[in-house]
């Protein structure tokens, strides 16, 4: 479903690691592991269309991908680091937002569901402005969640989330490629590897290699 192949990737023609090989599919999930600066999110920016290759490809669904086709826009979400949020609407306001311009038919109940799931519901009327950042963490990933979706690419989306929120996140995640999702996780967090049993993708200057769950553990153990 997700193919890389022979792909590098980087900035002005610069790779940022060496070159990956890796296939994501239907019902599997894979960490992208490495330390701070190796190309974690070089590479997720990459597979959702937002950055050229260097060398090599990345398709979806068999196709080249391409954030400016609706096809791709409506079957991969990407949540990355920058969030940007209209400031006059609330929480809910934007989830269903974004669950319409997805054409969700039950864009209110979905947006209700989704927010008990990230803890929201107290915070429905609330203005981005008024949020703290873990809880506008909480919200970016709802954005996600709220629209149909066959790809789902995170960079690091434990960042900023209290013990109890990475749980219910890495349950989550088990739950959507249970759905059929690919997923794929850039994390610097053992907890949520091990409790997704995810398959890693090592990232470094030297070699990005696919690695077993166990492999990926013991990755994020040597950062420690
Ligand atoms: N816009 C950019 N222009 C040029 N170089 C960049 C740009 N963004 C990132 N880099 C460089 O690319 C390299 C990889 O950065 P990237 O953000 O992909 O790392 P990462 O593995 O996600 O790191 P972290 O664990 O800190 O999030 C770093 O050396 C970084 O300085």
Redesign the pocket.
Known sequence: MLEATKLA????D?P??APVDVRVRPGEILA?V????????????TFLGLLAPITGTVRAFGRTVDERERDFRARVVGVL?DDAFFPGLTVREHLVLTARGHSVADAGPLTDDVMGRFGLTELARAVPSALSSGQRRRFLLASAFVRPREIVLL??PEQRLDTRMRAELGRMLVAEAGEGSAVVV?T?DPGLVASTGARGLV?SDESCRVVDNAGALAVLAEER
């Open positions: 990737v980087g900035y002005a610069v940022v690691c992208i490495g330390p701070n600066g190796s190309g974690k999110s070089t590479l997720l920016r680091d960079d690091e850039a610097h990232v």
